[in-house]
């Protein structure tokens, strides 16, 4: 039997989270992995709370959502046993859900160590899939412009003025909250090929498994 470990992948929007996760998952038998690890994977818990806002998204969540987004991930991790040999957990965005928070002017220290608090004993590993603002954008803003179609051309506007804005502001303190953290953790250019960012992360999986 093998060390577990609990990875988080985070990083801006469209930097391919999600892309990671299921490439990691449907390489499962990748040599870095031994052959009886088992998997775990965790939704985003911003994404099941902005399941509400069919339309507006992330940019309408309200504090109270947040905070529900925040109290998820931690009621999550505390129900985790620990000790068990060859589980590796991933989960998306996880603490970094605290960036968003403070969008909000939600006081986020007490929360950050709660976080690392329950981090700590799950031997954990951050991978940072970091894109600019601009790359983020241009990725997204076609599903964007796909969702507010039905408005009145004027409210699209604001509306895409919105989602930019809120792209651009949250980017720095995503960074922020990674300089923050001391768990091992590596900061990828998502804007290179999938190919060459997979292969990153698995040569750091095989250092958290090690």
Avoid at 102 to 113: A, E, G, K, L, V
Avoid at 114 to 134: H, Q
Avoid at 194 to 204: K, R, V
Wanted: proline fraction near 3%; aromatic fraction near 10%; include cysteine.
């Amino acid at each position: 039997m093998g060390k577990s470990c609990y990875l988080i992948i985070a990083g801006p929007q469209a930097a391919g989270k999600t892309t990671a996760i299921r490439l990691i998952r449907e390489q499962g038998k990748n040599p870095v992995f031994d052959e009886d690890m088992e998997f775990c994977f965790f939704k985003e818990g911003r994404a099941i709370i902005n399941s509400k806002y069919s339309l507006k998204g992330a940019v309408s969540i309200t504090r109270l959502d947040e905070i529900e987004a925040i109290e998820l991930d931690l009621r999550r991790m505390s129900q985790l046993q620990e000790g068990i040999e060859n589980r590796c957990y991933f989960d998306e965005s996880n603490i970094f859900t605290l960036s968003h928070a403070s969008m909000r002017h939600i006081p986020i220290r007490s929360y950050f160590d709660d976080y690392c608090s329950l981090l700590e004993k799950l031997n954990t590993g951050i991978i940072f899939l970091d894109i600019t603002p601009e790359i983020s954008w241009g990725r997204r803003k076609r599903r964007y412009i796909k969702r507010v179609e039905n408005l009145p051309s004027r409210e699209q506007e604001k509306m895409l003025a919105g989602y930019k804005n809120y792209i651009s502001s949250v980017y720095n303190r995503l960074l922020n909250l990674y300089e923050m953290i001391r768990f091992p953790k590596i900061r990828i250019d998502a804007s290179l090929p999938i190919n060459q960012c997979l292969s990153n992360e698995f040569g750091f999986l095989r250092e958290m498994l090690n």
